[in-house]
């Protein structure tokens, strides 16, 4: 046997290292995929970078002809969120899930302890007004962010999503997707009580 044969490895096990990578790879993500179901994370609490930062201070204008209790309602501005606990929703009327959580809204709304404002995302108008018309509108402000450069300057992944802010104008919790019944018991109701305990 030359010197040159003796260098080069048995075509054997190369050839049964290959055949095990896709098992390797499998045993891999479903050790990863376990871990995560057995952690008992809510992945709708997706860590932000805005968490215990100010609020981005951003102006959007009102939507043209939207009213609440007969008053026109404002857009967003940076004084919006100054002094007061204030809930941030980001929604759209063609978003299905927003459709599904607004009664949930709608309850959200009537607690006077904290202000709801909405973020209305790549919009029309008219397609706007008849989503709040037809299920009603919880928002004391709604800005409409057209081009959705809004939506990035606050980390949105998609819509839905919630934001919580402080009196201090810095944004204390985010949630993203629709907001459920247990959702709001068990994670956005103990952010907001603590948010109303907190720089009083």
């Not at 008849?130 to 606050?154: C, H, K, M, Q, T």
């Amino acid at each position: 046997m030359s010197q040159q044969e003796g260098l080069q490895p048995p075509r054997a096990k190369r050839n049964s290292f290959f055949v095990f990578l896709p098992l390797i790879i499998f045993i891999g993500l479903a050790a990863i995929f376990a871990f995560q179901l057995a952690s008992g994370r809510d992945e709708s609490v997706i860590p932000s970078a805005l968490i215990g930062k100010p609020a981005p201070a951003l102006s959007l204008p009102a939507i043209s002809g939207l009213a609440r209790n007969g008053q026109p309602v404002g857009g967003l501005d940076p004084a919006t969120f100054k002094g007061q606990v204030t809930l941030l929703n980001v929604f759209g009327s063609w978003c299905v899930p927003c459709r599904m959580e607004h009664p949930l809204l709608m309850k959200l709304g009537e607690d006077k302890r904290f202000q709801l404002a909405g973020l209305n995302y790549k919009d029309k108008t008219e397609n706007a007004l008849g989503f709040l018309r037809e299920l009603g509108n919880p928002y004391a402000v709604v800005g409409a962010d057209d081009s959705g450069r809004a939506a990035i300057e606050w980390g949105v992944y998609g819509v839905p999503e919630t934001f919580l802010i402080g009196r201090d104008g810095n944004v204390a919790f985010k949630h993203v997707g629709p907001l459920s019944e247990t959702s709001i018991r068990d994670e956005l109701m103990p952010a907001i009580e603590a948010a109303l305990k907190a720089n009083q």
